[in-house]
């Protein structure tokens, strides 16, 4: 590995304010987003909607980079072009989701761990020698009564260790993403114990492994009341929230911070992102960004319904939503921005 070549790597994914979109759903996944809306749960529905997003005009002005999945970086456009070359013909970097999933972790019930180590280092390898340049791990933490446990928090740190370890050396940026989830009716509080509790872990673990810091990128949650909790929080509170877990957990080296997005809706995804770099940006050591999925996609997605006929309606609210996020970067970032 290069330190110098991943650094560069990680840099380009931070510059000019931009950000990763992330379109890596799992097949299971993409076809659940497909059924709320009512598209068929096909092949060809899959990589129609991927091609209507990598050909949206002028989406490389906010997106530096996208993540796709195993199925999506081996297909093409309509007219053959693979999907690799629209990428990269449009300036963006191309990156690959290699986690396999999350499955039940043994003998903690409700909790989950991550798979996909075993033949990591030949898929990289090969993902490699298609020109991707960056990766994404996701390890999901839940908040409930008596969990998480240290056992399943040691359990997942270990392994997005090895996992951004085993990308370094591969030339590959690992985007590590512990996600401790929303869902719950936890405070904000407690949410900001535990991501700060699983971001320590973390880093101790990279560390552990020989990670380059300065060739990695996190991808952590904001910290946000869960979803039920009765005492939700403001855009402010959660910024102050965020920045504050993450500064008491982050080392300084790493260069970027690019948020998931969780289940937030699009706009308060936004917001949040934009309160962050408005008011609390000072004291910051890292950039703080975004690689959203669901506060990208989903009006897209709302809009397509997996009709050709709506693709230039779609391409819009994707790069409305792409563009009000780069705005955020700024702390620029305001709700007249919807109307317009
Ligand atoms: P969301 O922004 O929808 O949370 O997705 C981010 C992601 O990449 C999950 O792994």
């Known amino acids: ?4 070549k991943l650094a560069d790597t990680a840099r380009a994914l ?7 979109l992330a379109m890596d759903e799992s097949i299971p996944t993409c076809n659940k987003r497909f059924a709320s809306v009512g598209i068929p749960q096909t092949t060809e529905a899959r990589r129609a909607y991927r091609e209507m997003i990598l050909t949206t005009p002028g ?3 906010s997106i530096s980079g996208v993540i796709l999945c195993d199925e999506t970086i081996r297909q093409q456009k309509k007219d053959g072009t693979p999907f690799l070359n629209v990428i990269a013909d449009a300036g963006m ?3 690959i989701k290699v986690d396999t999933g999350a499955v039940d972790l043994s003998a903690h019930p409700g909790e989950r761990i991550t798979k996909g180590l075993d033949g990591l280092r030949e898929r990289l390898n090969e993902y490699a020698r298609m020109g991707a340049r960056f990766a994404k791990w996701r390890a999901v933490i839940t908040i409930g009564p008596g969990i998480p446990t240290r056992g399943c928090i040691e ?3 270990q392994d997005l260790a090895r996992y951004a370890s085993l990308c370094q050396e591969a030339g590959m940026v690992p985007i590590v993403e ?4 929303m869902n719950g009716d936890h405070t904000m509080e407690r949410c900001q114990e535990f991501t700060g509790e699983v971001l320590h872990a973390v880093f101790h673990q990279m560390f552990e492994q020989g990670v380059l810091l300065e060739g990695m990128l996190l991808k952590p949650n904001m910290v946000l ?3 039920t909790c009765s005492k939700q929080k403001s855009i402010d509170e959660v910024g102050h929230a965020t920045v504050q877990c993450l500064l008491r957990s982050v080392p300084a080296a790493v260069p970027g911070i690019l948020f998931l997005s969780g289940g937030q809706t699009a706009t308060l995804a936004s917001a949040r992102l934009n309160a962050m770099n408005q008011k609390f940006s000072a004291p910051l050591p890292w950039e703080v960004g975004f690689s959203f999925a669901r506060a990208i996609q989903q009006p897209a997605l709302d809009i397509w319904r997996g009709d050709e006929a709506n693709t230039i309606g779609a ?3 994707l790069n409305h939503r792409a563009s009000c996020n780069r705005s955020a970067r700024r702390g620029e970032y305001n709700a007249s921005m919807e109307k317009s």
């Open 178 to 181: 512990p996600e401790v989830l």
């Open 155 to 157: 359990a997942n740190a």
């Open 1 to 4: 590995m290069s330190p110098r």
């Open 59 to 61: 989406l490389a002005a």
């Open 14 to 20: 931070l510059a000019n304010d931009k950000g990763v």
């Open 93 to 95: 970097i191309a990156g």
């Open 225 to 227: 009341p869960g979803l």
């Open 315 to 317: 391409q819009h609210a």
